[in-house]
DNA sequence: ATGAAAGCGCTAACAA
DNA sequence: TTGTTAGCGCTTTCAT
């Protein structure tokens, strides 16, 4: 059944059926309720593969993650697919599995004509390759919007957090509760939130004239088993940290998964502080003391920054040049992790 | 840049172009390089949306879950994508929020010339609009696979699980235990996961000559707060039970939530089995004992399944009659949580 | 082996 | 307010 049915039944040009469907405001009342009881009574449904082919629009926006297992990309996928839903928009789920040849193969299956916008977490913030296809993408219309982490260079608009100042007060937190040996599992330096984290842990020590002592520094890729490794290097280290801080969810399993193969509990033995939370421990008896950021919101305003490029949005013209980086506030959540049974013997 | 300018550039018609990218054999092995030269170095791709209209085809698959969040259905989809890579299809995600409206809205909001086959686990197990809709996906040539859950009366090709033999596994090494005062949360009996799984719990007590106690048995709806709600029923009742069977993941999270404000603990308290893995807990001291399935090639066979019903399929006409259903079989990983301390006394 | 031309279902000038 | 018509970019008979 076409628009050629419909306009046939209704005694109707098919252009008239277009602009019933269309709402277009240029159709007599009494036409547009005759087509719409024509439509409604066939059950006819617009082609939206014409229609985009005609228009040269599309409806769909790709959502381009490093780890589709993780839960903090599929919560940010949850607030893009709500936002989207508002503007009958679908989206597509890409995984790169941190696999930066894989997330060109992914970019380059992308073309213009089948989404109308990009929402990514780069797998690297420095790579010629693919800051190059996002630029073309944006170049050809279809806006790009960073998460997360940074395109340096690029001038996307995106939705980072301020993982430095969270860092830094996670950290600022083990020290108050006297720890001074503290070591860090950093995601990749290479990346924004793996620097800014690591920057924040930086400037928290600095700031308590702590000395940084660069063997506390393990670099733990934002992976679990990697994680697990840096936790074994640092539980070798003399004088052995006091604490640890982590820079991810996944770096937190790791560490955990170490702590437990060698009993090591939480208060008795170490202290923890990671970055984002992890919900199911919510119901152990780990009570993780992390920096957490609305993760789902943070989807929905990536979400949001795209329409607002999308043709068509109210964005005036003079407001298109500029660039919209927000910076989202991290949060503390304190559940007792940060303290240490050690410490708090020699206050009794 | 189109076929036409690709034609134009190679002195050719728009049709050997066409041949060419669709590896048609009826072309001069001279002129088909001369064509794949341009092609490349005017870095030139098709484009698809005008493919799929001309030759009434589309190449996303939709797949519609109840619950966005939960890493089971997101485990499946990683699954899923991965198989649908091999065909170079896509895969949009829905969630429906075990809402019957919304996935029925989401279902309609799917024409038959955006997809190419549905892949969902649907909110109910009996539901007429739903059960229509997808009977007309397929009669239209969109092919459906369920996964875990039934749609009754439906003939569709489905990737289930013996959750019904699993479960009365799980329940029976409690019984192993010492166990006979056994609760379970259920999820909804209208589900078959919900239904296959009471149905194991009920028939192991059974087969050990124990009686079921109704109220034994509570609805936890396969939701995290309804399960904490089923556990503080259940808790209340005398004589208390001393080992619960959660239906599933976020039952047994809703379980465990209870367990920890009221400073219960497995083992000393009370054991528990559950239905579904759980991977956060095995970093922590919850030792649960699950009973768990290949998710994530369960997310692999779904997809093939589908594959099969394409057109194009290898599969001959008189193998299109017949409905595949897969029963992929449980397994149980023991990691202690079936223990009970105060039977252990009994025996030393 | 190749080309010409008619469509796929819809939209958007342009005319009326 | 409505209709006519020429595309959108590709595929696919049907000729040649």
Redesign the pocket.
């Known amino acids: 059944m076409?628009?050629?049915d419909i306009a046939k039944a209704a005694?109707?040009?098919?252009?008239?059926v277009?602009?019933v469907?269309?709402g277009n405001?240029?159709?007599?009342q009494?036409?547009?309720e005759k087509v719409e009881a024509i439509i409604k009574e066939a059950g006819y449904t617009?082609?939206v593969l014409?229609?985009n082919?005609?228009?040269?629009d599309s409806n769909t926006i790709a959502f381009v993650v490093p780890d589709i297992d993780n839960q903090f990309f599929t919560t940010l996928l949850h607030g893009i697919t709500d936002m989207a839903m508002e503007i009958d928009a679908n989206v597509f789920m890409f995984g790169t599995d941190e696999n930066i040849e894989r997330e060109q193969k992914v970019l380059s299956s992308l073309t213009s004509?089948m989404i109308k916008g990009i929402i990514i977490i780069p797998v690297l913030e420095e790579n010629r390759t693919t800051k190059e296809k996002l630029t073309k993408f944006e170049e050809s219309g279809i806006p790009v919007v960073l998460i997360d982490r940074d395109v340096i260079g690029s001038g996307f608009d995106g939705i980072f957090s301020e993982d430095s100042n969270g860092s830094a007060q996670a950290v600022e937190l083990l020290i108050a509760e006297g720890h001074s040996n503290i070591a860090i599992i950093t995601g990749p330096l290479t990346s924004y939130p793996g620097r800014e984290r690591f920057k924040g842990y930086e400037r928290a020590l600095a700031d308590n004239n702590i000395t940084l002592n660069q063997e506390y520094v393990v670099n733990g890729g934002f992976r679990v088993q990697e994680s697990y490794n840096a936790m074994k290097k640092i539980m070798q280290l003399e004088p052995r940290p006091t604490a640890i801080f982590t820079s991810n969810n996944l770096t937190t399993l790791g560490c955990l998964k170490y702590m437990k193969e060698h009993n090591m509990h939480i208060y008795e033995d170490i202290s923890l502080v990671g970055f984002d939370d992890i919900p199911e421990l919510t119901y152990t008896d780990i009570n993780l003391t992390v920096v957490t950021r609305p993760v789902y919101k943070m989807g929905c305003d990536a979400m949001n920054l795209l329409k607002m490029r999308f043709p068509g949005s109210e964005l005036s013209e003079g407001d298109r040049g500029i660039v919209r980086r927000h910076l989202v506030k991290t949060q503390i959540i304190k559940r007792g992790s940060e303290k240490y049974r050690p410490f708090e013997k020699n206050q009794e």
């Open positions: 076409t628009i050629y005694n109707v040009a098919p252009s008239t277009s602009r469907i269309n405001k240029n159709v007599k009494s036409t547009r617009p082609n014409a229609r082919l005609s228009v040269g004509e």
